[in-house]
């Protein structure tokens, strides 16, 4: 079976992580600090806070920009849940915005109207690794004076003009298995801000500066040095793993038919965390056979945060047509860097053989 993603993990991963635990520290210390330091350094910001998921990630980034109960944040809906709930954790609201229908991005015209006087930032998520339009989302929140979270748990080495996501606003990665790099779980916030990292710091561990001083209340969302350790190797590969991911991505693009291949924005590098196509009509079917040829596929996401049970519940009443028909349209095709030849043409002829 060609799988729809996989963990690329080597010796210098386990050697790694033996190494931690021969030296019997085990819970957050030294390479995570030396990990927060690597990361920063490939984003090219100041600060780089280590968390255990790229859920707490969001949570911290949310409430150490001091969102709370009564404040709004726009966002798209067509994302992983996580994404949303960050405000809900937070006592906010996320206020949904439709998405471009060639990016699934959040489309920033749309912005604006949704901002209220309650609004106090604007969370886009760079979706399936393709950046966002961050020049337009950048001016609009200076203008509007609100603050930028960006979502890039997909999008690892993505970039705008050169400028890394994640270094525009306070930046939020994941690093689970699916990942272009992973440490298990795990997640990071970025930033240049001096205090809101030291916000973000107390957020994860108990609001402690001092061990059993504790200045404000927190949470136990850690990071380990195992996971660090893993972090650490696979961030010396995030290049070429991102590489790989662009080449079989524009291969698959110059060979499949029938289906709509990902757009990149002159100036964007996206980072094909994944390889998502609009199949205007029978996208199930297509799914079914290309799984009959031993291809796994993946529906990123079957229905859209708003839609979601958990956020009827809640009272969301939107429509967002254009999220809603992407959800019924996208399938994600396998282009991680564990593909060899033979299985990109396998997948090119799997899906044309389905329109001859
Ligand atoms: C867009 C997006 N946001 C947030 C998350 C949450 O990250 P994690 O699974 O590490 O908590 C994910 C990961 O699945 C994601 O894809």
Not at 183 to 208: F, M, N, V, Y
Not at 232 to 242: N, S
Not at 331 to 351: K, W
Request: hydrophobic share 40%.
């Amino acid at each position: 079976m060609i799988q729809i993603s996989t963990p690329l993990l080597g010796a210098e991963e386990k050697e790694a992580v033996l190494a931690v635990l021969d030296s019997g520290q085990l819970a957050q210390g030294p390479r995570v600090e030396a990990f927060e330091q690597a990361f920063a350094a490939c984003c090219g910001v100041k600060y780089a806070v280590a968390t255990s998921s790229g859920t707490t990630a969001l949570q911290v980034a949310v409430l150490a920009h001091g969102i709370g109960p009564g404040d709004e944040v726009v966002t798209t809906p067509f994302t992983f849940i996580a994404s949303a709930n960050a405000m809900i954790f937070a006592g906010a609201k996320p206020v949904f915005v439709d998405v471009d229908e060639r990016s699934y991005n959040m489309d920033p015209r749309l912005i604006e109207g949704a901002i209220t006087p309650r609004t106090k930032a604007i969370l886009p998520v760079h979706i399936f690794g393709n950046p966002c339009q961050m020049d337009l989302i950048m001016e609009i929140a200076a203008r509007h004076g609100l603050a930028v979270i960006e979502d890039a748990c997909q999008a690892h080495g993505a970039s705008v003009h050169a400028k890394k996501v994640g270094s525009f606003g306070t930046g939020c990665f994941s690093f689970y298995p699916t990942k272009n790099i992973t440490t298990a779980e795990g997640g990071i916030i970025t930033t240049d801000d001096d205090e809101l990292a030291d916000r973000a710091r107390l957020l994860r561990s108990h609001g402690q500066r001092q061990r059993y001083y504790h200045e404000s209340i927190g949470y136990n969302f850690r990071m380990t040095e195992m996971q660090a350790a893993i972090g650490l190797v696979q961030l010396g590969k995030l290049e070429r793993f991102v590489e790989a991911r662009r080449a079989n991505a524009a291969y698959l693009s110059s060979g499949l038919r029938g289906v709509v291949t990902p757009v990149e924005a002159p100036g964007h590098r996206h980072a094909y965390h994944q390889y998502t196509v609009r199949v205007t009509k029978g996208r199930d079917l297509l799914a079914q056979h290309l799984r009959a040829q031993g291809i796994s596929t993946g529906i990123y996401y079957p229905l859209p945060v708003h839609k979601q049970v958990a956020y009827q519940k809640l009272g969301y009443t939107d429509c967002l047509p254009v999220a809603e028909k992407a959800c019924e349209q996208v399938l994600s095709l396998p282009v991680h860097p564990g593909l060899s030849q033979a299985d990109l043409d396998q997948i090119i002829e799997a899906v044309n053989a389905r329109w001859s």
